[in-house]
């Protein structure tokens, strides 16, 4: 089903020109925003679930733009449309917390001169009597057309969404570039960190919509040419992370800023990517994530965890499973004692081109035969396959790090028999779904060939 639309009408105060820092900062709630007569819109729709609704998204974009002094008020205002969510923007019909989408006969009390396309005609209007959407839209529609143009009435329609907008959606560059002027000049490094928070702002956005993360980055900023001195001055930064939040970039910028000196007013500044790279978020922490994103008081992040576990079932009883460079199926995670830092999941150069199951079995299971073919809830149907793996013998050492009993497994002989050859199939079942088998080569008359060691989910 088709989301309901959710348009955002947003402005800052202060706020000079159409604020270009803005949209690109807005870039990392929906991906959905352009720039419509004097205000930034937003279609939250297709990310309001994302969000957990109207209620937690407003305050988080709200209290974002107030920190760090980047915004001393937001005007919010929502819509059924864009030019709806404007017009009630220049209404003063801002979000509160609580409101939903305002309906039809709200629309229709709107003033006149809120709606774009009757800014021209509103003093004639006027005259008639007619200062609202829904004593414009009782007129009879024709008369209207003839007299002032078909504009008009399209302008109604789609700001009532009985008409479909047409919008021209901000695209984010390959490389963030973003320069601030404003009229007054800055004297002092300290008066450049509110612009400063403003690009960075702007950079999270782009780098959230592009899923990339920041290395190096540059600063620039131009003086007042009527001073004799150098016409722009400037820095870049460099981290030995990749960094998509904002706020590891102004401390950096923040600390560097302090050792400046400042030639000459400063009149603009400028930020630019010098290098980035794709953003890859930790997985395994999830519990770090959990507390950033919902910010609630008794969130704890992955360290606290850690050491409320180990405290309260003991150290031995909290390990993390490592991933093993090796071949063996068994032996290809080994439990390992956890750190401070999250596990991140590394890929193995063993298990670059196979298909590994989910669920590995104990130890192999063998298979009946009818006919040629294996079967497990009925005849197997062997789909990918063969992949060849040699064993030479059952480590013991991983065996017990992987908390098995692999010495124990009888595959064709002893445990240190010599080396023997496995194919290995992704197969089929009727009833139980895909599996992982092996057929043994070499295998003695009466013994069983073929093995079930794994299932996939």
């Known amino acids: 089903m088709p989301h309901p639309p959710h348009w955002l009408a947003l402005r800052c105060l202060p706020s000079d020109g159409a604020d270009t820092w803005l949209g690109s900062w807005a870039l990392q709630f929906t991906p959905r925003v352009l720039w419509l007569e004097e205000a930034w819109l937003l279609d939250v729709a297709p990310t309001l679930r994302l969000w957990g609704g109207l209620d937690r998204l407003m305050p988080r974009m709200t209290d974002s733009l107030k920190e760090g002094g980047m915004c001393r008020g937001v005007q919010v205002a929502l819509g059924p449309t864009a030019r709806a969510a404007l017009a009630r923007w220049r209404a003063g019909q ?19 001169h809120t709606l774009a396309a009757a800014r021209a005609h509103t003093a004639v209007l006027a005259r008639l009597g007619v200062h609202t959407w829904g004593q414009l839209a009782r007129l009879p529609r024709d008369g209207v057309s003839r007299r002032w143009g078909a504009l008009l009435l399209r302008g109604l329609d789609e700001a009532l969404g009985r008409a479909p907008e047409t919008h021209a959606w901000l695209s984010p560059p390959t490389d963030f570039d973003e320069t601030l002027t404003w009229p007054h000049h800055l004297d002092t490094t300290d008066q450049l960190l509110p612009p400063v928070r403003q690009l960075l702002a702007a950079l999270h956005g782009w780098l959230v919509l592009r899923q990339r993360a920041a290395l190096a980055v540059r600063w620039s900023w131009q003086h007042d040419k009527r001073r004799h001195v150098a016409h722009s001055g400037g820095f870049e930064l460099r981290t030995a ?53 919902h910010q609630h008081p008794a969130a704890i992040g992955w360290p606290v965890l850690l050491e409320r576990l180990r405290a309260r079932l003991g150290d031995g009883a909290v390990t993390h499973w490592q991933p093993q460079d090796t071949h063996v199926p068994d032996a290809m995670q080994a439990a390992a004692s956890p750190t401070g830092q999250p596990v991140t999941a590394r890929r193995l150069p063993a298990a670059r081109d196979a298909l590994l199951p989910t669920w590995l079995l104990p130890e192999p299971q063998p298979l009946p035969m009818r006919g040629h ?33 692999l010495g124990d497994v009888r595959v064709g002989g002893q445990a240190d028999a010599p080396p023997t050859l496995r194919d290995y199939f992704v197969a089929r079942s009727p009833i139980a779904g895909l599996l992982w088998v092996f057929r043994q080569q070499g295998a003695a008359e009466g013994e069983p060939a073929w093995f079930l060691h794994g299932r996939f989910a």
Not at 98 to 109: K, N
């Open 94 to 112: 801002w979000w509160a917390e609580g409101d939903g989408l305002p309906t039809r006969a709200q629309l229709l009390t709107l003033p006149l």
């Open 373 to 405: 073919r294996p079967c497990y809830q009925g005849e197997l149907e062997l789909l990918v396959g063969p992949q060849r793996l040699e064993l030479a013998h059952w480590p013991g050492e991983a065996a017990h790090a992987c908390g098995g009993e």
């Open 241 to 293: 992370q990749p960094a998509q939040q904002p706020g590891h970039w102004v401390r950096l910028t923040a600390e560097h800023l302090a050792r400046q000196t400042l030639d000459a007013p400063v009149v603009s500044i400028r930020l630019q990517t010098t290098e980035h790279v794709p953003f890859a978020a930790p997985s395994a922490d999830w519990v770090s994530a959990a507390a950033a994103l």
